[in-house]
């Protein structure tokens, strides 16, 4: 058979049964390895088809799932019409061709099927269960009332997920409890109807989860999605860290969930079931309330008794659920005892009370979850309008159940969920040999008996009357005196100690002991042995309410408190939905409820019952890494689940007689070439010609058995023998047949070919022709229009020269756009023609107006300062000094005086000062000497400052700037006079030499020598 897989590597096409692709991709039935006792040979062969994004694998009609953890392009409707009426083995393994087998069984035999689906958290048993749906839903006879049943079976799922799936440490849509479906078909195949089953809700997680867990969905979605409007309905505030319920796990956000997006999911859901407003409404107000119940918290009174000490959490509690405060106050901080008729109010500590008020939210969220499974039954309800009465529905139910759980610490679930997968090896066993014994007895084939571990013995251990473990634990919590887990597990030791599947700390040898608490006993179940930790396992099989908690529910949400407290009746609201949740009649029933462990081995008892009425298919979830990675197989984990799923078990079982066997006509059908006398047709009976072709081919009599309609092949060896021979003989058919039909088809197809190009051309051709035609006559008048304008081009706009113009002016405007300039300095620009040289002139101002102001409006406020001051002294120096180019590029400071230079007798040193003197003197050379002239207004007047500085040029613009003398800077050519004093005047000559030298003239000038650094 073709496998084709359409994963993320593309398309591939392998044929399983080449001896190359089961070296490269393992065998597709477990049944037909041939050391098919080895788990190492069983893990082997997964590993190979894991790795080809092969993830189903048979053991018989038993399919083996391993969870990719990514998307594979293997549920498209292409695959679902594939896999639709055809025979279980004809294709490769699939969900679907289980799916299809259990639906053609039901229609052709008439008879109930049923797929149970299990394996550990996060292997993929919940989308195993959409999948099989989704298939129903697109395959199965389809009208607008079987359309709105499908719809309704498909968004039960995100409901469900929603109030009933968690994020664990394991699985990030982990579902916490069981559930058994039954669709309803009928009789033309449609899908008319629905129920839904559910077991052992996990109600612990309300108020407790492990680090790096959630509670359940339905708490984040309300609060991430809910609408504003809504939240302020519920008291609720958009942030998860405020509620106690919520923050245990330390994980409020995961990043494979988006709560926004599933709540919005989860109301067009509701709404597709049929839940109208009013009751989303009363729904949300439970979730909300149970919120609001985390928050209570209690503080403890001088003599011990609790106390609410956040009335606030009362309020929406008493509006929400719809009973006054006071009550509620009062039911969560006593409870009521009865004692020899008289009913007494005990007061409870803090501790208590907290309790209390986690039981009652447990309660609250546990019975509202079954109440939302009853509704959705309901919506699911088979109604037959012509036949009312008819019970001609056949059912197809899917179980999706826990897994075999072995923790570090294992408690009273794990005990509930590996008893039920105790129960549900002990039934698969029993219908496989069953089912085996009842196929080798229609062929007329000896039945020879098979070993196997009947594990009856456990499961008695666990549920028998009075000695079993569950009827200990209700013992235990139903005594009176101080009972506790402990004295639990003393009676366990005492009642079952000689068990042989039993084991305790106390019972054990000294090498067992190290390895367990002496609060544990042992279970050796058929998967392995796992020790239970008996610690809260009476409280947990309790699971009770105070009774005035449960008055609080069942009357304050009726008529009948009304009655009790009539001049409240205003201000109290009625919950339709927890009134179905706590009954009445609960309380005047005086017999004590039933243990949850009671519950459970009841329910399961039925569950049984129901799957032994019906045909079963099996499908095992494995998971191949704990990091949810794609692609990574962890064969320790592996290898753990193939032991606890009963894997290697039920291949012993299967592969017990023979290894494979088919119906004579698909047996005679695939192999009648490997014989000439069945090649190409057999005209005689079926079992003749197998008989005629296992002759030919050599087969060993133990090697086979003829039954009336199929035959048996004991080894996989043999039938892989066959296997490659057809191979071999394909090729030669192949090559035959291939001569023939290329012969045939070429020449046909040469013929076609043929006539075909000729129209192809003659019609090619001409469209060829007119294209040609009409670019020519288009170019010929752009041609036509060009030179006409260039004739016209010195003329005023008109007809006959508008498009030369307009090419010349877009010719000009692209050349300008591509060398506009790019700096301030840059003064190029492209001589425009005559008619947009006034347009060139002004786009050439406003470019450069932007490129100032571009550049100006990244000029920071120093940088500017700096510029200001460097063109007033490019206005003074420019042309004029020798050293004015050597000071351009540097830079002017702030200040060129640190702290020890300033004089201390200058008082306002500091201070702003504005000199007055009429003018400057500076040389022409390179030297750094300039005259102040001050004003002589009297005789005490000491003269003209003459000054040297290093930085002369930055020295005289600054004090030109601040005097406002920038226009009064005499630069002199030769020599400056200065006043001395008392009317006596100086002169330095000024001469240019090699190096810098002032010194004292013979005539008593003072003379400077500077170099000439710059000719002008």
Same mark, same amino acid.
């Given at each position: ?32 390895? &041939? ?167 996990? $109600? ?76 989303? &409404? ?19 009174? &001088? ?51 907290? =309790? ?136 366990? &030791? ?55 908690? $449960? ?18 009746? /205003?201000?109290?609201?009625? =919950? =339709? ?50 990091? $949810? ?264 400071? /702030? ?30 050379? /390179? ?79 003072? /003379? ?9």
């Amino acid at each position: 058979a073709l496998f084709r897989a359409l994963g993320s590597e593309g398309v591939r096409v392998m044929m399983e049964s080449a001896l190359t692709a089961r070296d490269r991709v393992g065998v597709q039935d477990f049944v037909l390895l &041939e050391n098919h006792t080895s788990e190492a040979a069983f893990i082997e062969n997964l590993r190979k088809r894991f790795k080809e994004n092969l993830i189903y694998t048979y053991i018989g009609s038993v399919l083996v799932s391993v969870n990719p953890y990514k998307e594979l392009e293997i549920y498209t409707k292409q695959h679902m019409e594939r896999y639709r009426g055809v025979n279980f083995y004809e294709v490769s393994p699939h969900i679907y061709a289980v799916s299809d087998n259990a639906y053609r069984s039901m229609r052709t035999e008439r008879r109930d099927q049923c797929i149970l689906i299990s394996g550990e958290s996060g292997a993929g048993k919940t989308e195993a269960s959409k999948k099989i749906l989704q298939y129903y839903a697109v395959t199965c006879p389809a009208s607008e009332q079987v359309q709105t049943v499908k719809d309704r079976l498909l968004q039960s799922n995100p409901v469900l997920e929603a109030f009933g799936n968690a994020k664990t440490l394991r699985n990030d849509n982990s579902s916490r409890f069981g559930k058994y479906m039954d669709i309803q078909f009928d009789f033309r195949g449609a899908p008319v109807g629905g129920h839904i089953l559910n077991y052992l809700l996990e $109600k612990s997680r309300v108020v407790h989860q492990n680090h790096g867990e959630r509670n359940f969905h339905i708490f984040y979605q309300l609060i991430e999605g809910g609408e504003e409007d809504l939240l302020r309905r519920l008291g609720l505030e958009r942030n998860t860290q405020q509620y106690q319920y919520l923050v245990k796990g330390n994980c409020p956000k995961v990043s494979s969930i988006n709560d926004r997006n599933d709540w919005k999911a989860v109301r067009k859901a509701l709404s597709v079931i049929g839940f109208n407003d009013d009751e989303v &409404e009363e729904l949300l107000n439970i979730i909300a309330s149970v919120l609001h119940l985390g928050n209570v918290q209690f503080g403890a009174e &001088e003599s011990g008794n609790a106390y609410i000490t956040t009335d606030t959490q009362i309020k929406y509690l008493a509006r929400l659920l719809g009973v006054e405060g006071s009550i509620l106050k009062e039911a969560l901080t006593h409870k009521k005892i009865i004692a020899k008729g008289e009913e007494l109010m005990s007061p409870l500590n803090s501790e208590q009370a907290a =309790s209390a008020r986690d039981a009652l939210s447990k309660a609250v969220y546990g019975r509202t979850f079954t109440w939302l499974v009853n509704k959705i039954n309901l919506s699911l309800a088979y109604k037959d309008d012509l036949y009312p009465l008819s019970k001609n529905a056949s059912v197809i139910g899917l179980l999706d159940i826990y897994g075999f759980e072995v923790f570090q610490q294992n408690s009273f679930e794990q005990f509930c969920i590996n008893y039920c997968n105790e129960k549900l090896q002990q039934l698969f066993i029993e219908l496989t040999l069953k089912s085996e014994q009842e196929e080798y007895e229609s062929e007329g084939i000896t039945w020879e008996p098979v070993q196997f571990f009947n594990n009856k013995i456990i499961c008695d251990l666990v549920e028998e009357k009075f000695k079993g473990i569950i009827s200990i634990l209700d013992e235990e919590c139903l005594r009176p005196g101080d009972a506790s887990d402990l004295t639990f597990l003393e009676k366990l &030791e005492n009642t079952v100690g000689g068990h042989a599947h039993f084991v305790t700390h106390k019972l054990a040898d000294g090498k067992t002991r190290k390895v367990m608490g002496r609060e544990e006993f042992r279970l050796l179940h058929y998967a392995g042995e796992v020790n239970y930790n008996v610690n809260g396992f009476l409280d947990k099989n309790n699971d009770l309410l105070f009774r005035n908690l $449960k008055e609080v529910r069942a009357l304050g949400l009726t008529v009948l408190f009304c009655c009790v407290n009539a001049h409240h009746t /205003s201000s109290l609201c009625c =919950s =339709s939905i927890l009134t179905q949740c706590f009954d009445r009649e609960e309380l005047t029933d005086k017999k004590r409820p039933e243990t949850t462990a009671t519950q459970f081995k009841n329910s399961l008892a039925k569950l049984m019952e129901i799957l032994m009425s019906k045909e079963p298919s099996y499908i095992r979830c494995i998971k191949p890494n704990d990091a $949810k990675q794609a692609g990574r197989f962890d064969e320790v984990l592996i290898r753990h689940q193939v032991k606890y799923l009963g894997l290697m078990e039920n291949l012993r079982v299967r592969r017990a007689g023979f290894a494979y066997r088919r119906r004579y006509e698909v047996f005679l059908q695939r192999y009648k070439s490997l014989c000439p006398d069945t090649w190409p047709n057999w005209k005689g009976r079926l079992a003749d010609g197998v008989s005629t072709l296992v002759k030919h081919l050599g087969y060993k009599p133990e090697e086979y058995k003829l039954g009336r309609s199929k035959i048996f092949i004991r080894f996989p060896k043999t039938l892989f023998a066959t296997e490659d021979a057809l191979e071999v003989r394909k090729h030669s058919l192949a090559t035959k047949l291939q001569a023939c039909w290329r012969g045939y088809s070429q020449k046909s197809k040469y013929l076609k070919m043929r006539h075909s190009a000729i129209l192809i051309q003659a019609w090619w051709r001409g469209i060829l022709a007119l294209r040609e035609a009409k670019r020519r006559r288009t170019a010929a008048d752009t041609i036509r229009r060009f030179i006409k304008g260039f004739i016209y081009r010195k003329q005023p706009r008109c007809p006959e020269n508008e498009y030369f113009l307009d090419y010349v002016r877009y010719s000009f405007l692209m050349n300008l756009w591509r060398n506009l300039p790019k700096t301030v300095l840059d003064k190029s620009w492209p001589t425009p023609p005559p008619a947009l040289t006034e347009a060139s002139e002004q786009l050439r101002n406003l470019c450069m107006q932007n490129m100032v102001w571009t550049y100006c409006k990244r000029i920071s406020p120093e940088r500017k300062h700096q510029l200001e001051q460097k063109l007033v002294a490019s206005e003074i120096f420019k042309d004029k000094k020798d050293n004015y180019p050597q000071s351009v590029p540097k830079l002017f400071a /702030s200040t060129r005086l640190n702290g020890e230079e300033i004089s201390p007798k200058v008082p306002n040193a500091h201070e702003p000062c504005h000199p007055v003197f009429p003018c400057i003197s500076v040389s022409s050379l /390179s030297d750094g000497l300039f005259v102040l002239h001050v004003p002589c207004e009297d005789n005490k007047q000491k003269g003209d400052v003459v000054l040297q500085s290093d930085h002369v040029i930055e020295t005289l613009t600054k004090v030109a700037i601040c005097a406002d003398k920038i226009n009064n800077v005499n630069i002199s050519q030769g020599s400056i006079k200065f006043t001395v004093g008392r009317g006596k005047e100086g002169v330095i000559d000024f001469t240019p030499g090699s190096e810098l030298l002032v010194t004292k003239a013979k005539n008593g000038h003072l /003379s400077v020598t500077a170099p000439r650094l710059n000719s002008r």
